[in-house]
T-cell receptor
Framework: SQQGEEDPQALSIQEGENATMNCSYK?????LQWYRQNSGRGLVHLIL?????REKHSGRLRVTLDTSKKSSSLLITASRAADTASYFC???????????FGKGTRLSVIA | EAGVAQSPRYKIIEKRQSVAFWCNPI?????LYWYQQILGQGPKLLIQ????????DSQLPKDRFSAERLKGVDSTLKIQPAKLEDSAVYLC????????????FGEGSRLTVL
């Protein structure tokens, strides 16, 4: 079963605007990860945030984690047409359990 | 560094036929995963290997799906007989060790069952 649930399902913005995607999950986690998938390609890891962290940055990406609300957000600043892709959050429980992915947010950045 | 290799990239078969997908993980990665991704959905884990042993195959439809990872390197996923609902992309991923780390994905094998 899928633990993470992204919101919105689809998002369309103009180039240069910021894009925010949210992820909610149900059970306690060890870490939460965000992946990008371009059409017809495999998933690419973007960022990992551990359960004891609240915010993390990587280039134009900013991820926050609120374990009390069981939610995370991914912010892409100054979006580009090349950011057009599906974005998935994935959660890992403690131990050797595998990542469980959400259904994803489809982001379209219009030039 | 070479990435995760998968083949074939595309396969079209009739229902009740069989198909096999191959995956070569990144060198040195002990953990290998097969995920199924149906159009418009997120990847769903089918099976996880640690070296050549199965860690989790709870969501693998064992009446028709099988997977092996001989010698703890390459892996093969087989479907026999295929059903219409097996149409999906089959993604292979690998990681260095612990399942909680970053996964590296291949480009996937797209299966169409007619």
């Amino acid at each position: 079963s899928q633990q993470g649930e992204e919101d919105p399902q689809a998002l369309s913005i103009q180039e240069g605007e910021n894009a925010t995607m949210n992820c909610s999950y149900k059970t306690s986690i060890n870490n939460l990860q965000w992946y990008r998938q371009n059409s017809g390609r495999g998933l690419v890891h973007l960022i990992l945030i551990r359960s004891n962290e609240r915010e993390k940055h990587s280039g134009r990406l900013r991820v926050t984690l609120d374990t009390s609300k069981k939610s995370s957000s991914l912010l892409i600043t100054a979006s580009r047409a090349a950011d057009t892709a599906s974005y998935f959050c994935a959660t890992s429980n403690s131990g050797n359990t595998p990542l469980v992915f959400g259904k994803g947010t489809r982001l379209s950045v219009i030039a | 560094e070479a990435g995760v290799a998968q083949s074939p990239r595309y396969k079209i078969i009739e229902k009740r036929q069989s198909v096999a997908f191959w995956c070569n993980p990144i060198s040195g990665h002990a953990t290998l995963y097969w995920y199924q991704q149906i159009l418009g959905q997120g990847p769903k884990l089918l099976i996880q290997f640690q070296n050549n042993g199965v860690v989790d195959d709870s969501q693998l439809p064992k009446d028709r799906f099988s997977a092996e990872r001989l010698k703890g390197v390459d892996s093969t996923l087989k479907i026999q007989p295929a059903k219409l609902e097996d149409s999906a992309v089959y993604l292979c991923a690998s990681s260095l060790g612990a399942a909680t780390g970053e996964l590296f994905f291949g480009e996937g094998s797209r299966l169409t069952v007619l």
